[in-house]
């Protein structure tokens, strides 16, 4: 199992969040962030290791505009034994950490 983290445009989020549940990722905590020239979303989700390169594939031909470098797809480790708390103590997701 892995945890994925993804930053893409904010304007193709719904339709990224739509062809990632297609293949069966169905827990996306989305979060948005706004400067004045520019607006990311964070993804992040737990994925099996053999959807890994499919969901990289999704993040790149519809999380992106097209230009150089404005996405990025980390993939890391994911130990459900390690705690992960939010900033009120509170976990509603195991994405949360």
């Not at 719904?14 to 607006?39: C, D, P, R, T």
């Not at 990289?56 to 797809?73: M, N, P």
């Not at 890391?76 to 009120?88: A, E, G, K, V």
Request: aromatic letters at 12%.
């Amino acid at each position: 199992m892995k945890r994925i983290v993804v930053y893409v445009n904010t304007m193709r989020v719904h339709w990224l969040v739509e062809a990632l549940q297609a293949i069966g990722i169905n827990e996306i905590m989305v979060n948005e962030y706004f400067k004045q020239y520019s607006q990311a979303s964070r993804f992040q989700f737990l994925c099996e290791d053999c959807l890994v390169e499919r969901a990289r594939e999704l993040v790149h031909q519809i999380g992106t505009s097209g230009t150089a470098a404005d996405h990025y797809f980390g993939v890391f480790d994911y130990d459900p034994t390690i705690p992960s708390l939010l900033p009120l103590g509170q976990q509603v997701s195991p994405l949360e950490g």
